[in-house]
Each structure stands twice: as structure tokens, then as C-alpha cells.
């Protein structure tokens, strides 16, 4: 268990629909990373918040955003959902926003969020 | 893109078996990470290499860097049935924000008992 929690696990749903993802870090850690997992284009991350401030972004559509919370607690919006958007999506967190001489830089994932858009 | 290969795309062996599998990477490196994928499941953190490190071990892991060749290895020695799953590469891009990780396709490895 790696202490990063995902909500919900299974979601079903319909093109041009709506859905939020959500995930609560590890205890004490600050950065939330957001990546998507998919059959074409294999994991790519999406966006990082650190201690509520947006750090980074990746290849995140206009169509998702993300926001992360005073309690630390990060979700993930996906609107007008396509086909295209069925996926696994991860969460992960870090106590840092990257590697330094007191942490190792890894990520700590959750179990992720598998979308289904028919 | 900036995303690293991985090969074998899969491997299959007997338990006890060695299972080695290699990745490459693009451009500079802050350092690599291995993480493992159950099916279905989600990643977990293997070993981290850094730049200026070539060798690291844990447990039954083997790590290797050559940033010469852009190229990575991890061996898994002696396998077992409960190896089996996705290995996947990532790296973080020097420059880059650390933190975001641009992994490889991964390995399919399956380890038969």
C-alpha cells in the first residue's frame, strides 16, 4: 500500500460527459503528480501541483484541469469527454517538488482511476 | 518525443532464472527510476540511479547506467513466478521539473514457474 488514495477505482460514462478524479497523497507529502495511462500513448504525465500551487504541465488537454486543495488533496477534471480519453490515471505524490539530498525523487503511486468513455 | 525505450517489449523465462532488460533515453539525465507494474495495478518504485552513479543494487536487483550511451539496464537475478509483470523506465530530464517523469513503453515480463 502506498499510502496514496484514489477515487473511484472503475467510472463508465459517455462521450461529452464530465468526471473528477480524486486523490489524497501520502501523508506529509506536498507535490501531486497527475499521469495518464493509456494503450497508444503509454504514461504521460499531465500536471504537478506543489503545496496548492500548479509546478508543472504536460501534456494536459484544455478540456482537464486539476486544482489541489488546502488539505493537499488534488482532483482531476475531464469535461467533454471522447473515446479517446478511456484510460487509467494516476495519482502520485512526493514530499518534495523534486529530487534532493534528503528525499530519492521516487513517486509514490495509487492504485489509479480506470475512465471508460463509451 | 522524450520518452525512453524499452527492450525487450517482453520477456519470458523460467523461474531462477536472470531476466535483464534495457532502456534508453533521449537527452541529459537527472536520474532514472525502474518502477514495477502489476496488471491492472498501479507503479511502484523499484531503484533510483542518478547521473553520476553506474552501478546500484537492491536485493536481487541490479541496476547499470552509462550516460555515454544514453542506456540503462536492470537484472533481476534468480526470478520467481512473483516476478511477473511491467518494468517501465523513467527518467528525469535535466532542466526539466523534477519530479515529472517521462517513462518508456515498459517490459512484459513473464516469469513461468
Known amino acids: 500500500d502506498s499510502g496514496v488514495t484514489q477515487t473511484p477505482k472503475h467510472l463508465i460514462t459517455a462521450t461529452g460527459q464530465r468526471v473528477t478524479l480524486r486523490c489524497s497523497p501520502r501523508?506529509?507529502?506536498?507535490?501531486v503528480y497527475w499521469y495518464q495511462q493509456s494503450l497508444d500513448q503509454g504514461l504521460q504525465f499531465l500536471i504537478q501541483?506543489?503545496?496548492?500551487?500548479?509546478?508543472a504541465k504536460g501534456n494536459i488537454l484544455e478540456r482537464f484541469s486539476a486544482q489541489q486543495f488546502p488539505d493537499l488533496h488534488s482532483e482531476l477534471n475531464l469535461s467533454s469527454l471522447e473515446l479517446g480519453d478511456s484510460a487509467l490515471y494516476f495519482c502520485?505524490?512526493?514530499?518534495?517538488?523534486?529530487?534532493?539530498?534528503?528525499?530519492?525523487?521516487?513517486?509514490?503511486f495509487g492504485e489509479g482511476s480506470r475512465l471508460t468513455v463509451l | 518525443s522524450q520518452q525512453g525505450e524499452e527492450d525487450p517489449q517482453a520477456l519470458s523465462i523460467q523461474e531462477g532464472e536472470n531476466a535483464t532488460m534495457n532502456c534508453s533515453y533521449k537527452?541529459?539525465?537527472?536520474?532514472l527510476q525502474w518502477y514495477r507494474q502489476n496488471s491492472g495495478r498501479g507503479l511502484v518504485h523499484l531503484i533510483l540511479?542518478?547521473?553520476?552513479?553506474r552501478e546500484k543494487h537492491s536485493g536481487r536487483l541490479r541496476v547499470t547506467l552509462d550516460t555515454s550511451k544514453k542506456s540503462s539496464s536492470l537484472l533481476i537475478t534468480a526470478s520467481r513466478a512473483a516476478d511477473t509483470a511491467s518494468y517501465f523506465c523513467?527518467?528525469?530530464?535535466?532542466?526539466?521539473?523534477?519530479?515529472?517523469?517521462?517513462f518508456g513503453r515498459g517490459t512484459q515480463l513473464t516469469v513461468w514457474p
Open positions: 502520485a505524490s512526493s514530499v518534495e517538488a523534486g529530487v534532493t539530498s534528503s528525499n530519492t525523487g521516487e513517486l509514490f
Open positions: 501523508s506529509g507529502d506536498l507535490s
Open positions: 501541483y506543489y503545496n496548492g500551487e500548479e509546478r
Open positions: 537527452t541529459s539525465i537527472n536520474n
Open positions: 540511479i542518478r547521473s553520476n552513479e
Open positions: 523513467a527518467t528525469v530530464y535535466r532542466g526539466s521539473t523534477l519530479g515529472r517523469l517521462y
